[in-house]
């Protein structure tokens, strides 16, 4: 927990110096996954072409987007 602390405060500077780049991590249903959410990659994409965007399958919604809203490791 303390590394991805530090990691995180890494990426949190890192963002004050450019804030045209960085991370998302979204946490989704399939349906969402397959249909509208690569369009809006992409469009992100082509606005802020230094943005990581990770997507995961949310199954079990309460449990998997606390996960991700804690910035718990996979």
Do not use: N, W
């Amino acid at each position: 927990m303390v590394f991805d602390e530090l990691k995180q405060s890494a990426r949190e500077i890192e963002f004050l110096a450019d804030p045209t780049a960085g991370q998302i991590k979204v946490g989704c249903a399939e349906s969402f996954m397959a249909g509208l959410l690569p369009a809006i990659i992409e469009e992100l994409s082509r606005t802020y072409p230094k943005i990581t965007v990770y997507a995961d399958y949310a199954e079990h919604a309460t449990t998997e987007f606390r996960e991700l809203r804690d910035r718990a490791p996979r």
